[in-house]
């Protein structure tokens, strides 16, 4: 099972800009479509960001303009920077399979890892 590793977050104030990393154990990283995924208190986990095999990518709404998701296949890492960061961006952000560069399912997604908390205040 692949095993996911996020870092990267931080406290930083409004305006300002974080790269988050999250690492992957396994063999089959590059045959997946992958995506950033955050959990703010009291709120439902969603798909921020994803990237398809091929390089393709999609955002939410809220952060179009402003987060870049990218890939390095041969490091087995993804990563996701966040410029112009806004407090409503708080949140743990997590790494997962983004099938069809959409939420994963429950059998589609691999075990979660612990996250990076992103905390956006003056």
């Known amino acids: 099972q692949v095993q996911l590793v996020e870092s990267g977050g931080g406290l930083v104030q409004p305006g300002g800009s974080l790269r988050l990393s999250c690492a992957a154990s396994g063999s089959f990283f590059s045959i997946y479509g992958l995506g950033w995924y955050r959990q703010a208190p009291g709120k439902q986990r969603e798909l921020v960001a994803a990237i398809s095999v091929s390089g393709r990518t999609t955002y939410v709404d809220s952060v179009k303009g402003r987060f870049t998701i990218s890939r390095d296949n041969a490091k087995n890492t993804v990563y996701l920077q966040m410029n112009s960061l806004k407090p409503e961006d708080t949140a743990v952000y997590y790494c997962?399979?983004?099938?069809?560069?959409?939420?994963?399912?429950?059998?589609?997604?691999?075990?979660w890892g612990q996250g990076t908390q992103v905390t956006v205040s003056s």
């Open positions: 997962n399979t983004a099938p069809s560069l959409k939420y994963c399912a429950a059998t589609m997604c691999w075990n």
